[in-house]
């Protein structure tokens, strides 16, 4: 199994900035079978969306309201990867989800760590 831990949510001011980490640990196989990483967000009352994602060959993607102002990155060695966001708006309040897929297409989610914009 493959447990998923978020790290540095929090609240800040409209316009300030916020690094996430996402640490995995558990079965080393399963952990170096990792294959997607990425990031999904869940506002109060509203449907879980996509924020980023890395893929094996190090394409990135993003949801259409972060773009421009998240990234994504990865320590492929350690199998963390961390979501800087600039520019962060109140419309982003919402609990982050480090998620993770496996090449046998298995999912792991984290916690959640909570993330407060304060207009």
């Known amino acids: 199994q493959v447990q998923l831990v978020e790290s540095g949510g929090g609240l800040v001011q409209a316009g300030g900035s916020l690094r996430l980490a996402c640490a995995a640990s558990?079965?080393?196989?399963?952990?170096?079978?990792?294959?997607?990483m990425g990031w999904y967000r869940q506002a109060t009352g509203e449907q879980r969306e996509l924020v980023a994602a890395?893929?094996?060959?190090?394409?990135?993607r993003y949801g259409d309201s972060v773009t421009g102002r998240f990234s994504i990155s990865r320590d492929m060695a350690k199998r963390n990867w961390y979501l800087q966001m600039n520019s962060l708006k109140p419309e982003d309040t919402a609990f982050y989800y480090c998620?993770?897929?496996?090449?046998?297409?298995?999912?792991?989610w984290g916690q959640g760590t909570q993330v407060t914009v304060s207009s």
């Open positions: 998620t993770a897929r496996d090449v046998l297409r298995r999912e792991y």
């Open positions: 558990g079965n080393r196989i399963n952990i170096n079978n990792i294959s997607v």
């Open positions: 890395i893929l094996l060959n190090g394409e990135t």
